[in-house]
Structure formats: C-alpha cells, structure tokens
C-alpha cells in the first residue's frame, strides 16, 4: 500500500486548499480512510475520516463545518476540501488508510496502518 498526499502550501488565513491522497496496492474501495494532521510541537491529531463506500464521515470538532472529506473510489484517491482556513490549521497533514481488522469509522491514529509522507499547509494571519 502507498499513500501519496499533496496539495499543501501557503494560503491567508480564510482562503481554501484542497489536499489530495493518491491511493495504490490496496483494494481502495473497501478501505476505511482518514486524515491527520501534525503541528510543529504538538502530538499528532484526528482531523477527518470518510468509510470505504464515501457515506460515513467523521470529523473533529475544531475542523467541522469548514472541512469536508471525500473520495472517488474509480480514481483510488482521497480528498481533503479545507475552507475558511486559520493560522491554527497550519500543520503537517498526513492521509491514512484504516487497518482492515478496524470495521468502524475511528479517530484513533493506532488504527491506521499505512501512512502517506504529508503534505505542508501553512496559513498566514
């Protein structure tokens, strides 16, 4: 399984980006996937994660409403919309494929087994 993440970058806080996780060596329409993401000195976070067939999201308190997760599984890849973006969203934001033992939308990072590399956003104030 690889995971490979992009669409980071430098935006104003307010201003959108769209990530992308490019999914391959997976059966990626039966997999459970989700995102993460790591600031500089701060402990890895659960900010969304989406089921195998696209109907169950979940998403972390602090990113609801303005984050929207989605896939399409004909293209095996995995999307993070990001609107009204805060200097506080600044991280280092990691796509994750949920371990197949795991059968329910989880926020727990030790239920994911393949990580991709990340990808930097930055948002100025």
């Known amino acids: 399984v690889q995971l490979q993440a992009s669409g980071g970058g430098l935006v104003q806080a307010g201003g959108s980006l769209r990530l992308s996780c490019a999914a391959s060596?997976?059966?990626?329409?039966?997999?459970?996937m989700g995102w993460f993401r790591q600031a500089p000195g701060k402990e890895r976070e659960f900010v969304a994660a989406?089921?195998?067939?696209?109907?169950?999201?979940n998403y972390a308190d602090s990113v609801k409403g303005r984050f929207t997760i989605s896939r399409d599984n004909t293209k095996n890849t995995l999307y993070l919309q990001m609107n009204s973006l805060k200097p506080e969203d600044t991280a280092l934001y990691y796509c994750?494929?949920?371990?197949?033992?795991?059968?329910?939308?989880?926020?727990?990072?030790?239920?994911?087994?393949?990580w991709g590399q990340g990808t930097l956003v930055t948002v100025s104030s």
């Open positions: 989406i089921s195998g067939g696209g109907v169950s999201k």
């Open positions: 060596g997976q059966t990626f329409s039966a997999d459970g």
């Open positions: 994750a494929r949920r371990a197949p033992t795991i059968y329910w939308i989880s926020r727990r990072f030790s239920d994911y087994d393949y």
